[in-house]
């Protein structure tokens, strides 16, 4: 991006997008991971695909590298503690599922329990355009719906000092 304002008109219009946040999580042979996720989309209808973007210098990256199934949690406004949790710690240094209630799901991903909304993906791709994050598409294999509320939105949890920051790059070999 060239630096005549592009960059900085660009910022503002992903803010104005404000997405809604949700919590990703996975799970390989006995290591679980899971972060707070803003680049996030379905990506396709007949069949339904969706797109989930891990920054390289997360733990939940390195994880998701060998991993088969990744959970996605919808977060309300309810949801603060869980994204601080989820998005303000590293599984490099904490045991994230030793502070929030989870069970077992497909290829033991953790499915949180006080997020209803959520589903679980299988791993079909993986789109790697060499920057700082790396895109897991998913087929949803199962799905619950719990009931509705305002959704965590980018700019209730942009003041999250995240776990790691994006420019730190993670080798996972
Ligand atoms: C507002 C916000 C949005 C974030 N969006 C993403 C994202 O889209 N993808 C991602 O991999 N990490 C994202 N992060 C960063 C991770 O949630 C954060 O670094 C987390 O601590 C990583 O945990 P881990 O090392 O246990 O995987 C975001 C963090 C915040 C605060």
New binding site residues.
Partial sequence: VNDDGTAAAFDALMARLDPA?VVLTTAAGDQR????????AQCAIAPPRYAV???R?????RVGALAEHFAVHLLHEGHRGLAEL???????DID?FARCRWTPGPGGVPLLEDCPDRFVGRRVGLVDVDTD?VCVVLEPVSAEVGADHPRLR?HH??D???????EERHDPT
């Fill in positions: 946040m991971a899971g972060s707070l996720v803003g680049f996030h973007w891990m920054s210098a997360n733990d939940t990256y989820f998005g303000g710690t590293s599984g490099d994230k994050h980018l949890v942009e999250i000092e995240p776990g790691h920051r994006a």
